[in-house]
Structure formats: structure tokens, C-alpha cells
């Protein structure tokens, strides 16, 4: 017989349990954190999900609301295999890198004829891909320092890799005096990206967040860094008296 349970009990579940890793990262957090957030005893949680490993798992994979939630006879979730939650956060950053407007110009695959054209086109698709994984991002972000397999593949295969990117993107441009000269793309790139996550993930964790509407951040964003990178047109002088 199918249990009934309220509709919107798995949505919360799912909130509770999101709120409370990264309030408290994995290795910290109890079957009890989740209950007393979500006020209910702890049992009911395993109405839901076997154990504390399939309730990371959930939270990664349903906090962003991409996935359909799971039919009541389907509950409760069990435990995953070893290596699915890395295997499922692996090909999570693999579909969305796939089609990244940075990984396609740098290809030839996308061709935008002017500097600020290219580089408003790769900061927002940026802004917009982080924004829209803000909640799987922070779990991660938060919980991969107990979690050794995920740092790998986060820091690694994830925030690395993309560094790296921009590193590549910036030296070609200035090489093609479309950028300024820029003595350490290191560092310029690693503001970029730091700049961009703040405003489209981290803000919205702050217990203090300043309200911007994302449209507004993205384009307040976008334009500063545009006026670091960009190559100033010099401005002729007429001599005093002329």
C-alpha cells in the first residue's frame, strides 16, 4: 500500500537538508540537523531517504529543482552505490561545460567579431550557468573539504580546469591586442571568476545580502570587469593653446 504524504513534504525535505550542509558542512551534519529544521522527528527522515549518504545525494541533485521529484512508491531512497554521488556531480559539470560559450569560442565553435561583444558573452553565460546551480554549487563547495573524492573532481575537474580557461582565453586576446596588456592572467582570471560566483552563488548565502535583482548583478558585473580588461583607445591631446 502506497503511504500518503504530504505534497510538498519532499521539496522540504530537500530545503531542510540543503540549508543544514551547508550550515554545517557533511561531516558534521546529522539525521537530527535535517528533522529539527525541517520539525519533525528524525525517524520520519528515513521515510524518505535510507541514511544520511542518499540524503546528500538528494539534496545535490534536487536543490535546483532540474529533476522531477521522486513518485511516493519510490520512497524511500536508498543508500547509493559507492562513487554515484562523484560519478553524478562528475556528469553534471560535464553537461554544462559541454556547451559553455567560453569552451566554444576558444574552439572556433562560436565567433563574436568584437572584444566586448566576446567577453559580455562568455561572463554572463558564466553568471547565468552559476546562478542557475547556485544551491548543488554551494553543497558542493561547502562539503568537499570532508568529502575527498568530491574535492577531487571539484577543484580538479571543476574550478581548476575552468581557471585554466580563462587563463588560455585572456594571454590569446592580449597577444591579439584585442585585451590590454595584463601582466599576470592568473590572478585576473581567478578575480573574474571569484567576482562572478560572489554575485551569482555566494551573495545569496550571506546572512546580511545586499538585494540586487541577478539581472541587475549580471550586468553590473559583466561591465566592470569589461572596463579591466578592454583595450582604451588613446585620447589625442591638443596642445595648450591651440
Known sequence: MIRRIPAT???????AATQTF???GYRETQMA??????????GTIYGYVESKAALFDVALRFADGHLTHPEPGDLPLPTPDEGATVAYVRG??????????LI???NGGLVVSDARGELS??????????A??????????????????????????????????????????VAQKRFRRIDNPEVVARTMVETITFWAMHRHFDPSPQSVDDAVAESAVVDFIAHGLL???????KPKGA
Open 9 to 15: 513534504r519532499f521539496a522540504q525535505l530537500v530545503e
Open 92 to 101: 553534471r559539470i560535464a553537461a554544462e561545460v559541454t556547451d559553455m560559450a
Open 33 to 42: 540537523d535535517v528533522a529539527h529544521t525541517l520539525g519533525v522527528a528524525k
Open 121 to 130: 558573452t562568455i561572463l554572463s553565460d558564466l553568471y547565468r550557468r552559476i
Open 104 to 106: 566554444r569560442v576558444m
Open 132 to 173: 542557475r546551480n547556485r544551491l548543488a554549487m554551494k553543497l558542493v563547495d561547502r562539503c568537499a573539504g570532508d568529502y575527498p573524492e568530491l574535492a577531487r573532481v571539484w577543484f580538479g575537474e571543476a574550478r581548476w580546469a575552468q581557471h585554466q580557461l580563462l587563463v588560455d582565453w585572456i594571454k590569446t586576446r
Open 22 to 24: 551547508i550550515a554545517r
Open 231 to 237: 583595450a582604451t583607445p588613446s585620447v589625442s591631446r
